[in-house]
């Protein structure tokens, strides 16, 4: 039971990292459109 808590532990981490890391794309170009419509 510990090991299955385990990977369940490292699978949830790993999908939040993953979340994080679209969101941080997400804004980057949010960010270069918000610059192009404001030029």
């Known amino acids: ?3 299955l808590s385990d990977d369940l532990r ?3 981490l ?3 990292q ?3 890391n679209r969101s ?3 804004g980057e170009k949010a960010s270069i459109l918000l ?3 404001k030029s």
Request: proline share 0%.
């Open 1 to 3: 039971i510990n090991h």
């Open 10 to 12: 490292h699978d949830f």
């Open 14 to 16: 790993l999908s939040i």
């Open 18 to 20: 993953e979340v994080n």
């Open 24 to 26: 941080i794309l997400f």
């Open 35 to 37: 610059l192009l419509c």
